[in-house]
Structures are given as structure tokens and as C-alpha cells.
């Protein structure tokens, strides 16, 4: 056999392979639901992405043989993400798109997949397959809020910013008022550390807040490194994300958890039921989209009181962590007396509220 | 009094993963072999030693494993490069990609957990010396090994016929080989003694500076450890001067921040880059200095011997 | 243990047989690792080296993802030939992304013909002008060009974030981090409706063409030889080795520039903090396995991209982790070095005598 027919043969038997596991894997039950999902980072990081997979989890176990899901992990938020999304659209019922750079990528591929239905987690752009979801967490940064204000002895609370975006302005907004309110003398140190994720660097800078004086610390960025220093170096901090109670047993006093999973069931359900239909959740404690893992025992009872009626009040909708009257930090007044703030506002936050020290980045 | 001394400890822990990194870096680069794989031999280090800590719940079994496997994956480099004369570069930026590949894949199921925190040095006597004792007598054990092993390479290179065969290896192979010396054994025992450093710098920061695994949680410190030898000009005691600017400059930042001050964190970031790059400028500018201490044959092809 | 001898010539089949022995034993190493991550190997080696060869979706996605590589591979390839070692490829394409969409966006709302070309000139221009603070370096005081090149490109994805983070930012973006979307006339052309191919894909192989010419045909190519094969050769032809720096690092800079315009006006279209994703790391493979020929830089780029792109099809459909990529990429250019030993030298084994 001469090459030319060699090299003929090859390529027939890897098509003949090809076509083969291609019927192989396309086989599959027309009732069973694709649903998709797109990580940042990946599964095992144990604190945003993690969490993502935990709902992703919880809906393979609801509804079993009914659903099939897929994921794909460290997806970058430039080029690839479009990619990573069309590749499901081709073959998935549902797709959740997990970090707010998926944002234009989702709404892209959403034009061309009109049969497919999306859902983008912390972004704005909304269209009839595109559904928008996110947590107010700041719900939860009320409530830890008021926990470091009642606990700190030294009056300093230590705070590990990731990147100025209102998100992350609103939680040190509303830990920040929160914790005044138990504790007015209370002072916040806010690094920004310029990452999502980099432990060694979360370290470091917990460990200067430590330093500087602080006893409680609170992150919103997504390693566990700062709650190991915590624990090492004798104080509170707060969990982020996920449950880091091994991480810090003594240190931990609660943590905010991301608790997708009910959520993430309920928009299967209405896609299996065939009522999906694009919406825009901002869920708080009251969906059980935001949680809080159990108090720490260092906790004052009173404190924990506190805790409780102030859940009762968020859930009730009779409390709102913003609730006037608040001045931003130069002393102009943003909220009067009684004033709730408005969602638009909370979503753009780039301010901070009077008593906060430091100026913004950029 | 107490917050200086305290950012005096932030600044050592931060770098000593720096200073173990790149003393070996710069035994290799002294031998006149550029190993651009130290991320991936770091990386390597962290997951092997928290696994086997883990595993074991002993912190020098855990150490020894790095050591073993980051010599290991430098053993790779070594044979490609000086038996198979493969391009340093290349094998190198091949050896941080495998690494850090390598290390989520074994890694996977070991995020999550907690190992003990790593024992310090636990001398009363030396510890209670008001002010020196804290300074210098807080750390953990491999503290004062990477004291040591710079102080050790610093001898070894200027104090020993051993060392001034590898410092002749590195600046002309080929007169070290006509004097009879076999310089590929040189080069490969050394890239392996690098390789076993990186893994101790990677150990530091899954065992000690932060006693957990995750994906990627070198973040780029090998690359630097690299910038840190040129920034030394070669010379070991310089690794201290290095690794510690670089490692200040993080820390002083986040205390910076954290007393009120606003920076801007990206510009801020960028400063131990720019300040490497000029020290680069600096020390090749003077012609004698680079001449006396780098090695000439730095990334150079040696074929002669087996 | 191994004993070398250089080849008097070079086989030529050898050419195309080094990186597909390596291909080969890179694909072996791979199939024993999915037996141990339990996947069916055979199944997954399918899902990523064949699969996306069998769709439009697959063949257009391997367009987009391989043309950054290429254009930056065969920059690269230009200096590594004339022995000038920059790896900071991914710095000048961050910044020829900034400055070119930066451009684009300086405009805003004009639009028309002229746009594009404009970027495209401001980000070749940057990124040579980026790519040359090395080469000066090295040229004027013999500065470690690896070390600055690679500092530089921290400081370039820094700056970015700096300007995305600021003066760049959406003013109708709710203060996210990412700049308005580029309108359509800061946008490439598509060449196959429906999928994301974009003229790009088209430059890149008019640049393979002519690199191609500019080697083989042209004085250039020559000198850039000599220059890093002998540099005493180069005294004798006239051409200074400062010129030859020079020249790689503006070609280098500029190209690895134009791959970021490309890559913004492209897939992107707006700026992101997450445009730089290690192309200009992984460029220094696609230049090595294509033998530092356009030719073969072409097709190691496309091989390159193709393993992203299974890579990420075999983790959606087999749920296999996402390091596999990597890892397959490392140990691919492990072969390919170990196996270019093979066309170079004899090799024969001896024992082993060692002694300090």
C-alpha cells in the first residue's frame, strides 16, 4: 500500500470512528432537560464558583433522571466566554451564566439561540431569553454588619475589597452602617487588594489589618486564606460565600452564603412545566437566596437578638438596610429621614456613606 | 512600636516564599542554565507538600514531598534541556504550564481542607528579649532555613572549589569542561537543587502562609522570583534585598490602605515591576558589576560533553 | 546516557515528522491520563481533537481563537530566529487592545470607513513602540530582554485594568468594570454569517504569506538569521546587531499589537478587564511547534486553538476538568523538544561516567 492510500485510510477510519461516537452522543431523550452552566473559576475554589456548583448540585437531585447538566470552569470573561455559552446553546434547554462578564457574551448568543433560555447572574441586560438574577447581599453584610459592631473590642473592623464595583460598595456601605448603629465609635479599614482571588495576597492583607488594630475582619473576595489568618492570629472574621466554619472554627462567627440552589430549582421547574418566562430576581433573605451559617457562640446574646429581629424585619419587608436618613461621605444627604433607598440607585452605587474613611479607587 | 514590629513579620513571611524560590533560581541561572519553569515547579511544591501533610499530618513529610516532587518535575527540564539540548525558554515556559496543569489535576479533591497550622520557633529565652525577640525570634522553621540556605549558597559560592566550579560552569563551559568537569552533571544536579528550592517556596504558601490548597494559588510568585535574581545581580545576599522590596512594597501597600490613604491599587501594583526593570537598567549599565557576577553563559547551548 | 553528534544534514521529512511524533506521543500520554481521570479515552480524545472539525460552529470558532495566536507567533518567530528572546508578546497585545479600542472609543459616535484602519494603525504603532522599551534596553545597555519584556507585560495588563477601571468605563454601565460596546463600524467584517469568523482570520493568513516571502526571498531574513546563529557572521554583512534587535521587537510589538485590535473590533468588541488570556504565553509554543516557519506556525496555531476549543467541548460533555488543556499543551512541547534532539543529532547511548 503506497502512503497516498495510508494516509486515505487513516482519515476514513477516524471519520468512521467520528460518525460513530457522534450518533453515540447525540442519542438522547428529547424529554430529558440540558441545563447548562458557566463558571469563572473553577469548581473547586470553595467560595463564588463553588457555591454555583452546589445549586448546580441541588437541581440534579430534585429532579434526577429529568434533567442533565453540564458545566464548564475557569471560563475567561474575554474572548472564550462567548464561545464556552454558544457551544451549550447548540444543545442545552437552559444555561446560567455565573459572573457578571458574561454579561454581552450572554445577551450575544442569546440573539442567535432564540429557542434557548438564559439566565445572567449580576448584570443588567434583560430580553426574552434572558433572564437576570442576583442576591442582595448587602441583606447579609446588614446582618454581619451588626454582629462586628456588637463584637469588636477594639472598634476596628478590617475589610478586604476586591475591585470598586457597586456591589462591593454596597456591602461596605452596609456593614458600615449597620455596625454604627450598634456601635457608633466603630471604625472601618477597607484594603483593596486589586483580585478576586489570590490567597497568599488575602492573607497579607488580613494579617495587616490585624496590625493596624482591627479584631473582626470581613472579605469580599473569595479564597478562605483570610479566615485561616483569622484563626491563627486569634480573631473574628466573617466567611464569604460559603460556609468556612473548617477554615476558622474558633475565628468564624458567621458567614454569608450563597444559597442558589433554591432558585436555581425554581426556574427548572418552570422550564420543565413550560412557564419559563425571562425575569429579573433580586433575591434577598427573604427567597433564602442569601443565608447565614450558624452564629458563633463569642456572640453576645443580645446581639443575636438583634440579628434575629433584623432578619424578621428584612423578611417581613418592614426593614431596609438603607433606610434615611444617610448622609454619603461628604456629608451631603442622600436618604431624609424614613427614606428607603431605591434599587436603581443601590444597583450604580459608587459612593460611600458618611463615617466611612478612604476614598474610592479611580 | 508594636505596628512596625509587626509589618517587619508581614514583610518576612510574604517573602520567604520569594527568597526560597529564587536562591535556587540563582544556583541554576550561576550554572549558566535558565529555568523559566520556577511558577510551575512553585505550584508543584504547594499541592504534593499539603497533600502528603494531609495524608500524613506530618508538616516535614509534607516539606519532603515538595522537595522530592518539584525535583522531580525539574529532573524533566534538566534531561531536555542539557541531554537533549532542547531550547531553555521553551522547555521552561512548557515546565509552568505542565505544572500548574498537573497540580488542579491532583489537587482537585484537597480543596476545602485544613491542615495544622505549621510550628514556629519556640525558644523562650531567645523569644522574650524585648524587641529583638519578636523581631527575630517569632518565625516559623523555614524562616530561618531560607536565612540559612542564602547565607549557605553565599559560602558555597564564594568559599568552596565546588562553588567555584559552578560559578565557572556558568561563565564559560567550555574551559570548565577541557579542566576535566562534567558540565552537564553540574547543570542538572543544579536545575534539580532549584527545582527542590521552588518546591519549598510553594510548600511555604500551602503549609505556612495560608494552610490550604487551592487552584492557582502561586498567582505569579515564581515569575517574580525570577525578576528577584536579576534584581540581586546574582550575588545571594542580595536575594534578601530582592525578595524583601518586593515583598515590603505588597505589604507597606496594604497598611498604607489600610491607615486611610487613598492609592491607586493598579498603579500601586505596578511599582515592583517598574522598579525591577529600572534595577535591570541600572546594574547592566554597569558594565563591570554584570560582568563580575553574571553568568555568561546564561541560556547558552553546551554540547560537548555527556 | 545520551551521546550526541550532530547531523552533517538534516533529513527533510523530518520537518513534518518531529511534531507528529510528539502530536502522537502527546495524544498516548493524554489517553493514559483520561484511563486514570476514569473517562472513556477514546470518547474524549474524539470530543476534542475531532469534534469540532465536524461542525460550522467548530471550524468558525477555531478561526477566532486561532488567529491572535498565529499573528502573535509569527512576530515572535521573527526574534526567536534572530536569537532576541521577547516573552512579553501578551504586554504589546494588551496594549495594541487598549490603544486600539481606546481609539475606537475616542470617536464615539463617529463612525465610518476610516475608523477601523485608524485603530489598527494606533495599535501596531503601540505595540511596536511597547515591544521597543526591551529592545532599547537591550540594545543601549545589554538589559536581560526576557526579564524586561516579561515585567512589562504585568505592567501593560495593570495599566489596562487601571483604564477599565477609569477613564474607560461605560458611563451608562452602571460603574461595572468594562467600556461601552464598540458600534459597528468599530467592528470586523464576518466572513461566514452566523458563526464569529471575522476578517481577521484572512490577515492572518495574508501574514503568513508574506513572512513566508519575507524569509525565504528577502535580505532581511537572512541577516535575522545570522544574527542568531553567529553574531560575529553579522559584523562581516554590514547589518549591526542593534538593528536586528530592533527590527525584531518592532515587528514582535506590532503584530502582537495588531492581534489585540484585532481581537477587541473582533470577538470582543468592547474592552474588558479579561482580554489579556496568556495568548502571548501560548504563542511561544504555536511559534516553537510550528519550527519558527510561517507555514508551520499556521498549522500549530490552529492545532493550539483546536485543543481549547475540545478542551472546553470535553469538559461540558464529560465534565473532564479544565487543567487537561494545559497539561496537554505542556507535555506536547515536552515531545516536540525531546524530538527535535532526534532530527539534529545521532543519538546514541552511553554509559554513564560521572565525576566531579
Known sequence: ?362 | MDLYIAIFQGIIIASTPLVLASIGELIVEKSGVLNLGVEGMMIIGAVSSFIVTYETGSHLLGLLAAIISSGLIALIFGILTQYLLSNQVATGLALTLFGLGLASLIGQSYSGITIESFPSLEIDILKNIPIIGDLFFAFDYLVYLSVLMVIGTYLFLNKTKRGLILIATGDNHDSAHSLGYSVKKIRLLSIIYGGACAGLGGAYLSLVQTPMWVENMTAGRGWIALAIVVFAVWRPLWIFAGAYIFGGITIIQLHIQATGVNIEAQYMSMLPYVVTILVLVFISMNKNRLAVNAPNCLNKLFTSDI | MFKLEKKANIDKSSVFMVPLSAIGCSLIFVFILFILLGKNPTLALFIIFIEPLLSVFGISELIVKSTPLIIIALGLSFGFRAGVWNIGAEGQYTIGALSGGATILAFYPMSGLWLLPVAFLVAIISGALWGMIPGILKAKFNTNEILVSLMLTYVAILFLSAMVYGPLKDPDGFNFPESRLFHDSGILPIIFHGTRAHVGFLIAIFLVVMMHFLLTRHMVGFFIKVSGESPRALLFSGKSRNQIIYLSFIICGGLAGLAGVIEVSGPIGQLVPAIPVGYGFTAIIVAFLGRLNPVGIFLAGLLLALTYIGGEAAQIKLGLPNAITGVFQGVLLFFLLAADAYTKYKISLVNIRWKI
Do not use: C
Open chain 1, 1 to 362: 500500500m503506497s502512503k497516498k492510500y495510508l494516509g486515505a485510510f487513516i482519515v476514513l477510519l477516524i471519520l468512521g470512528v467520528g460518525f460513530y461516537y457522534q450518533s453515540q452522543i447525540t442519542t438522547e431523550d428529547n424529554n430529558v432537560k440540558k441545563i447548562g452552566f458557566i463558571y469563572v473559576g473553577p469548581v473547586t475554589d470553595f467560595g463564588w464558583t463553588y457555591e454555583h456548583d452546589q445549586g448546580r448540585k441541588a437541581v440534579v437531585n430534585r429532579f434526577g433522571e429529568n434533567v442533565e447538566t453540564t458545566y464548564a470552569e475557569s471560563v475567561s470573561e474575554g474572548p472564550d466566554a462567548e464561545r464556552a455559552i454558544t457551544q451549550m446553546a447548540r444543545d442545552h434547554d437552559l444555561i446560567f451564566t455565573t459572573s457578571f462578564g458574561y454579561m454581552n457574551p450572554t445577551s450575544k448568543v442569546a440573539k442567535k439561540f432564540d429557542k434557548v433560555k438564559f439566565e445572567h447572574a449580576t448584570g443588567y441586560q434583560r430580553s426574552d431569553n434572558v433572564a437576570n438574577y442576583a442576591a442582595r447581599f448587602y441583606e447579609g453584610r446588614h446582618l454581619i454588619g451588626l454582629i462586628a459592631g456588637g463584637v469588636t473590642q477594639t472598634n476596628k473592623i478590617g475589610y478586604i475589597a476586591s475591585f470598586p464595583i457597586p456591589e462591593v460598595i454596597r456591602g461596605i456601605n452596609a456593614a458600615y452602617l449597620a455596625a454604627s448603629s450598634v456601635n457608633p465609635t466603630v471604625e472601618f479599614k477597607i484594603i483593596w487588594v486589586n483580585t478576586w482571588f489570590d490567597p497568599g495576597k488575602e492573607a497579607d492583607a488580613a494579617k495587616a489589618l490585624i496590625d493596624q488594630g482591627v479584631d473582626v475582619i470581613m472579605q469580599h473576595t473569595d479564597s478562605a486564606a483570610p479566615m485561616t489568618i483569622a484563626q491563627e492570629e486569634g480573631v473574628h472574621a466573617f466567611g464569604q460565600a460559603s460556609n468556612m466554619i473548617q477554615f476558622g472554627p474558633d475565628a468564624q462567627l458567621t458567614s454569608i452564603i450563597d444559597n442558589w440552589g433554591p432558585y436555581y430549582i425554581d426556574r427548572v421547574q418552570k422550564l420543565i412545566a413550560g412557564t419559563w418566562s425571562s425575569s429579573d430576581t433580586w433575591g434577598g433573605l427573604d427567597s433564602g437566596m442569601v443565608e447565614l451559617a450558624d452564629i458563633s457562640d463569642d456572640v453576645p446574646q443580645v446581639i443575636v437578638n438583634l440579628v434575629n429581629s433584623a432578619r424578621d424585619g428584612i423578611i417581613s419587608g418592614n426593614l431596609h438596610p438603607f433606610t434615611g436618613p444617610i448622609n454619603k461621605q461628604d456629608g451631603s444627604s442622600w436618604l431624609s429621614e424614613g427614606e428607603v433607598a431605591q434599587d436603581g440607585v443601590l444597583l450604580g452605587m459608587d459612593f460611600y456613606v458618611e463615617g466611612v474613611d478612604g476614598v474610592i479607587p479611580n
